[in-house]
């Protein structure tokens, strides 16, 4: 154990050109984190659907 709370998984999707691990690799590795993951990076509200493994999500465009 890390003594960590929760884990980040970042860059989910493509974002202006950077690469990404996409919704499959952040599946697999959000079951494999053995603690709350949030999946940050590219994340829109049509493309969060495909993350419901993760416990949640966050962005800075997110919501706008």
Request: proline share 3%; aromatic share 4%.
């Amino acid at each position: 154990a890390i003594g960590a709370d929760a884990a980040l998984i970042s860059p989910v999707f493509a974002k202006a050109g950077r690469t990404c691990l996409g919704a499959t690799r952040t599946a697999i590795l959000a079951r494999r984190a053995g603690m709350p993951v949030l999946a940050l990076g590219g994340v829109t509200a049509k493309t969060a659907r495909a993350l419901r493994v993760v416990a949640g999500i966050a962005g800075i465009g997110f919501a706008l």
